[in-house]
């Protein structure tokens, strides 16, 4: 493998490359918080959109928490499972209440002075560092179809090349520069791959957000 990008920056830059190719029309840019957020910076930089943030939390097993079965978003319309692992009822459902609280508790903290972008009727450019088992994005998808996207498009600038086969058949476009066959983990592309912090994601929603007071 080989790096492909110096850091989020410059990945962001990449994909708005890739997708200012595709007619958008009225579109938002939704970067999956929180490393998501800083490549779909780039990418509402570049294309003049606004930029919102969307707080996704993968669903830990609970025996093993770093291992994600599935994905969660906040609010109604993004739960996806990848598999049960054959755990019960009960322990399934608490295993997702535990990652949606996540999903809520960042929300409204990314969202505190920034409000959420209006989805009805428009696309939605939903924008992650990389695609790895693409879980999280599927969630992302069927958030923003219950958010009344009129179209969904992803946008990554690497992944898994089977993981975006799975996501186009979610999504209405998929648009990834790089797809690897042999992908291992999203950082392995990056030179830099630094934790985007909360605090990261929630000044850029200010620079490039919808602010609070607004509409």
Not at 38 to 44: G, S
Not at 85 to 105: F, V
Not at 132 to 154: D, L, N
Request: charged fraction near 25%; charge should be negative; include cysteine.
């Amino acid at each position: 493998m080989s790096t492909l990008f110096h850091d989020r920056v410059d990945a962001g830059r990449a994909l708005a490359a890739a997708l200012a190719q595709h007619d958008l029309g009225e579109a938002v840019v939704v970067g999956l918080a929180r490393g998501g957020v800083a490549v779909a910076a780039e990418v509402a930089r570049a294309l003049s959109l606004p930029l919102d943030a969307l707080a996704v939390r993968k669903i830990g097993y609970p025996r093993q928490p770093e291992y994600g079965i599935g994905a969660v978003t906040p609010g109604p319309g993004g739960v996806y499972l990848r598999s049960d692992e054959g755990l019960d009822e009960d322990e399934l459902s608490r295993a997702i209440a535990k990652a949606k609280a996540e999903a809520e508790t960042l929300d409204a903290v990314i969202h505190a002075r920034c409000r959420r972008a209006e989805l009805g009727g428009r696309t939605a450019v939903l924008v992650d560092d990389g695609l790895a088992t693409g879980a999280t994005m599927v969630a992302a998808v069927c958030w923003a179809r219950a958010q009344g996207a009129a179209r969904v498009v992803v946008g990554v600038p690497v992944g898994a090349a089977e993981s975006a086969r799975l996501l186009r058949l979610e999504a209405d476009e998929v648009v990834c520069p790089y797809e690897q066959r042999h992908f291992g983990a999203v950082g392995f592309w990056y030179g830099s791959f630094a934790q985007v912090e909360t605090d990261e994601v929630v000044a850029l929603l200010e620079d490039l957000g919808v602010p609070a007071s607004a509409g």
